[in-house]
Every structure is written in structure tokens, then in C-alpha cells.
């Protein structure tokens, strides 16, 4: 069970806990003020990229200083998890809104507008503060090319969206503003998503690993390796004198992409609190 559960949800999965989605939270100014900074300034996280650049060219005795210090302040303002697509499914059961809007990061990694993150709450859609919020701001990006703001959507259709990302090899992750609110759901790559190249490229944890570990059974496995091509992490290898493919579990993020592209259903996904190797990796 990772921190976040324990300091968030009670031991249980602190994102299926309702009052991490509460719209009483959004009443905190501090919080209201830090997302229409987030919502306002996308520029702003690439310049945290390049924080993070020079950071690691600092000596290792002054990173092993920073760090932690820059990690805490992370967790407590905005950071992430992995979270495979039956756990998103609970989640959007547990809603009463749904919009989906541009994507933040995509916008000051690539300046386009790509739609890969939603918002979700459980009040009807006229009392969706963080919908109201985001609207108020009145940030240029919500209005692009499509110049379509918030989509309101269903359950429903929302499930089909997280399934068509899943199909294209994005990994679902959930998102505080002020941790514990969770504002959001994002679909993330390794190409585009700044997060995941904090987290990857540049050792800085701004997303955590899932609950979970993927896990092969190798009398189903066929050798075809279209699991390892899709996963993020560089998590899966083959073995070439096996003819089967493998999971490291010391890479391994859970996020359940490889069983998508696995046509024999050779892949499951496994809790990581049984796992010797995984339990702590977080």
C-alpha cells in the first residue's frame, strides 16, 4: 500500500475515496489560486523542466540535499499516479461529472491543444466548482482549434475515451491541486508528457508507480513481443532463448497498457504489496 493510501485513504485506495474528491476542498483560496496558476501559466512547466535540468548537473552531495526537499513540496502540491483502467472504471462510476479539456502539459511541451485530461467530480454538473474555476480563468488553450472549452460527458462515454487512449498506448493517471484533492485524470506517454519525463528522464518522482505489478504467464505467451513495444516504463524484455516475454518488476509502473496489446490475454496485473520486489518501490 503506497503512502498516499495510508495518509489519504484510510489503508484503502485513496483514489476511490469520495472525499478526496470533495468540493468542499475547493473552498481552500490556496487551493482555487494554485489551479488558475496551473490552468494560466502552462509555460510554467517547462520551465520547471529546465529547474530540473540544472539540478541534476549540480554535485551529488547538493542533489542528495535538495532532492527530498523539492520531493515533499511535490507531494504536497501536485503530483500523480498510475492507475490501470479498472480502477479509472470505479472511479468514473463513483461520478456525477465529467468534462474533458486540453491537456496543460501537452500544451507547453508541444503548443498544440490535445484533449487527454478530465475533470471529474461527484456533484451534478452545475455544481462542479473545479469545471467553474477552470472556466473563470479564462485561459487561451480551453478555446483552440476545436474551440469546444470543457466536453461535458457521460460515464459512458467518458469509459470508451480512457479505452481508445488505452488502445494507443496512454497510461491513465489521477492528479492532486493541493494534495489530497484529486482534480483530475490525465493519459500519459513518454514522448510528450512532462511528467512522466520528470519521473523518467530526470529521477524527479512527480508520478508514482500504480498499485499494482504486471505479470506474464508464460505457457500463454506467444513470443510476439507487441507487450513489449507498448509498455512506457521499459519495463517488459524478451527472451530470446525462452520465446517469451518478461516483466522486470523493479521498472514495472502497473499501468496495465501490455495487457491491451496482448492478444492471448498472456498478461495480468498482480497487487504489488504481494510482490518481494515491488512491494516498496513506489
Given at each position: ?22 468540493q468542499?476542498l ?63 472504471q ?72 480512457f479505452r ?34 520528470s519521473?523518467?528522464?530526470?529521477s ?25 513495444r507498448a ?19 523493479r521498472?514495472c ?23 518481494p ?6
Amino acid at each position: 500500500m503506497c503512502e498516499f493510501c495510508h495518509r489519504h485513504g484510510e489503508g484503502e485506495k485513496w483514489y476511490l475515496q469520495a472525499q478526496n474528491y470533495s468540493q468542499d476542498l475547493l473552498s481552500d483560496l490556496n487551493r482555487r489560486r494554485f489551479i488558475e496558476h496551473f490552468f494560466k501559466n502552462p509555460e510554467m512547466l517547462e520551465k520547471s523542466q529546465e529547474k530540473l535540468d540544472y539540478l541534476n548537473r549540480l554535485p551529488s552531495f547538493v542533489r542528495s540535499i535538495l532532492t527530498p526537499f523539492l520531493l515533499k513540496r511535490q507531494k504536497r502540491n501536485h503530483y500523480g499516479q498510475v492507475v490501470p483502467l479498472e480502477d479509472i472504471q470505479k472511479i468514473l462510476e463513483m461520478a456525477n461529472s465529467v468534462v474533458r479539456l486540453p491537456c496543460v502539459c501537452r500544451k507547453a511541451s508541444l503548443g498544440t491543444e490535445e484533449r487527454y485530461c478530465y475533470g471529474v467530480s461527484m456533484v451534478p454538473p452545475e455544481e462542479f466548482k473545479l469545471g467553474q474555476v477552470i472556466r473563470s480563468i479564462d485561459a487561451d488553450y480551453l478555446n483552440g482549434p476545436e474551440a469546444r472549452g470543457l466536453e461535458t460527458l457521460t460515464t459512458g462515454e467518458a469509459l470508451v475515451q480512457f479505452r481508445d487512449l488505452e488502445s494507443k498506448g496512454l497510461c491513465h493517471t489521477v492528479w492532486t491541486f493541493l494534495t489530497p484533492f484529486i482534480g483530475g485524470i490525465c493519459n500519459c506517454d513518454r514522448s510528450d508528457c512532462m511528467a512522466m519525463q520528470s519521473t523518467l528522464k530526470r529521477s524527479f518522482s512527480v508520478m508514482f508507480r500504480a498499485e499494482y505489478v504486471a505479470g506474464v504467464n508464460p505457457e500463454l505467451c506467444n513470443g510476439c513481443r507487441k507487450c513489449m513495444r507498448a509498455c512506457q516504463f521499459g519495463a517488459i524484455s524478451y527472451s530470446a532463448a525462452r520465446e517469451k516475454a518478461e516483466v522486470d518488476l523493479r521498472r514495472c509502473y502497473g499501468c496495465g497498457i501490455c495487457r491491451s496489446y496482448c492478444t492471448n490475454g498472456a498478461i495480468v496485473l498482480n497487487d504489488r504489496s504481494a510482490s518481494p520486489i515491488a512491494s516498496r518501490l513506489w
